[in-house]
């Protein structure tokens, strides 16, 4: 049984960092691609970042992008979020996900994702 834990959420001041991490068990990380999604109150849930199961390619919402880095460590299977120069408006429960597919045509898109976190929670005030 594939289950995922995040952690690494919390409160931090605007311009601050955070890094998530994503624990996965029963089954090797290195054979999933990984993505995270937020969901922020009162808004659907949205995609953030994703890397193949190669790590050869990642992929970042354009509001996050050259702010948050996804990286992945196949040897702890744990994959991470660095989140730098943080803004009010990053606040939001953010989940992680497996992806069993080898492709990643569709990396951007919830319904791609077969394995979901139970969420950990970033405030980031201003």
């Known amino acids: 049984q594939v289950q995922l834990v995040e952690s690494g959420g919390g409160l931090v001041q605007a311009g601050g960092s955070l890094r998530l991490s994503c624990a996965l068990s029963g089954r090797p990380l290195s054979i999933y691609n990984m993505g995270w999604f937020r969901q922020a109150p009162g808004k659907e849930r949205e995609f953030v970042a994703a890397i193949t199961y190669s790590g050869g390619r990642t992929y970042y919402a354009d509001s996050v992008k050259g702010r948050f880095t996804i990286s992945r460590d196949d040897a702890k299977n744990t994959g991470f979020l660095q989140m730098d120069s943080l803004k009010p408006e990053d606040t939001a429960v953010y989940y992680c996900?497996?992806?069993?597919?080898?492709?990643?045509?569709?990396?951007?898109?919830?319904?791609?994702?077969?394995?979901w976190g139970q969420g950990t929670q970033v405030t980031v005030s201003s």
């Open positions: 996900a497996a992806d069993r597919s080898p492709y990643d045509d569709d990396i951007y898109y919830e319904r791609e994702y077969d394995y």
